[in-house]
């Protein structure tokens, strides 16, 4: 945002040139020209809102998931299932033995 000011100081006050301005900040003349056009920076604004056709259909099962960890959490803020050590059932690991 400091930028933003100090560009348009340069050019509207000092009277110095876009691309001399440009040059000086190290950045594009046609952002210097965005820069002049609106008094502080317009921002981001979407046209249409996000099409999501993969996640949307789950997104109350995704929000139901979310809520019911929620209330579930252990004081820890672990959720355990399983043995009460919080350990499963260990299984050996087998060398792989060629033929």
């Known amino acids: 945002m400091e930028i933003y000011g ?15 301005v440009a040059q000086e900040f190290g950045i594009a003349r046609e952002t210097v020209r965005k820069m002049l056009r609106y008094s502080v920076p317009p921002g ?5 809102p996000v099409k999501r056709p ?6 109350g099962v995704i ?3 979310l809520e019911e960890d929620k209330n579930n ?6 959720r355990r299932s399983g043995s009460s050590t919080g350990y499963g059932k260990s ?9």
């Not at 981001?44 to 249409?48: L, M, Q, T, V, W």
């Not at 959490?73 to 672990?78: K, L, P, Y």
């Open 6 to 20: 100090r560009v348009r100081r340069a050019v509207l006050v000092e009277g110095k040139s876009e691309r001399a």
């Open 44 to 48: 981001f604004r979407r046209e249409r």
């Open 54 to 59: 993969k996640l949307g259909p789950w997104i």
């Open 63 to 65: 929000d139901a998931i």
């Open 73 to 78: 959490q252990s004081s820890s803020g672990i």
């Open 91 to 99: 299984t050996p690991i087998r060398a792989a033995t060629r033929s």
